[in-house]
T-cell receptor, first 113, second 110 residues
Framework: DAGVIQSPRHEVTEMGQEVTLRCKPISGHDYLFWYRQTMMRGLELLIYFNNNVPIDDSGMPEDRFSAKMPNASFSTLKIQPSEPRDSAVYFC???????????FGPGTRLTVT | RKEVEQDPGPFNVPEGATVAFNCTYSNSASQSFFWYRQDCRKEPKLLMSVYSSGNEDGRFTAQLNRASQYISLLIRDSKLSDSATYLCVVNGGGSYIPTFGRGTSLIVHP
């Protein structure tokens, strides 16, 4: 079985540009999570979806960040405009149910210059 | 007080040593607990779940102490390949928002 798929794996962009990160969860998983990881702050939950519906976006840092899940097999995290402090590794994870373990994708390493 | 706290380490141990990590959590209503392992520049991967009665998987033993609100991970006979960051995860307690600790770094040297 394919795991969680993320693209791109690496992204380098200039400040002010729009960045779109993509995620395909494991088939049959009802929950999808977006995380950001930095050395300073560790792993932070940004937003999570249940059955394609956003449940909690309290971790989204500000209005520059938005996430969508148009169907069960695809989600995007968009940053517009991007800033250098957004540089981090962004992970997508999926889970088959509430309270169950999460499976992480390989992450997108974002660098904003 | 942070919801989930771990000693960041690093724990620097020789091969063959036994090492233990603790992770404390603040929400007494938490219901499920996990240990994840994260290698450098890789994604976190499940190491093991933590059950109320404690559980063992080869050289790894996980325990839960609800009274004192902590979970532990014991690694026996450390291998070089055990070098990684170990993250604890706590779920439940009123909302389904998994909370990760900052991780404990383990370095096993020859």
């Amino acid at each position: 079985d394919a795991g969680v798929i993320q693209s791109p794996r690496h992204e380098v962009t200039e400040m002010g540009q729009e960045v779109t990160l993509r995620c395909k969860p494991i088939s049959g998983h009802d929950y999808l999570f977006w995380y950001r990881q930095t050395m300073m702050r560790g792993l932070e939950l940004l937003i999570y979806f249940n059955n394609n519906v956003p449940i909690d976006d309290s971790g989204m840092p500000e209005d520059r960040f938005s996430a969508k899940m148009p169907n069960a097999s695809f989600s995007t995290l968009k940053i517009q405009p991007s800033e250098p402090r957004d540089s981090a590794v962004y992970f997508c994870a999926s889970s088959p149910g509430q309270g169950l373990l999460q499976y992480f994708g390989p992450g997108t390493r974002l660098t904003v210059t | 007080r942070k919801e989930v706290e771990q000693d960041p380490g690093p724990f620097n141990v020789p091969e063959g040593a036994t090492v233990a990590f603790n992770c404390t959590y603040s929400n007494s209503a938490s219901q499920s607990f996990f240990w994840y392992r994260q290698d450098c520049r890789k994604e976190p991967k499940l190491l093991m779940s933590v059950y109320s009665s404690g559980n063992e998987d080869g050289r790894f033993t996980a325990q839960l102490n609800r009274a004192s609100q902590y979970i532990s991970l014991l690694i026996r006979d450390s291998k070089l390949s055990d070098s990684a960051t170990y993250l604890c995860v706590v779920n439940g307690g009123g909302s389904y928002i998994p909370t990760f600790g900052r991780g404990t770094s383990l370095i096993v040297h020859p």
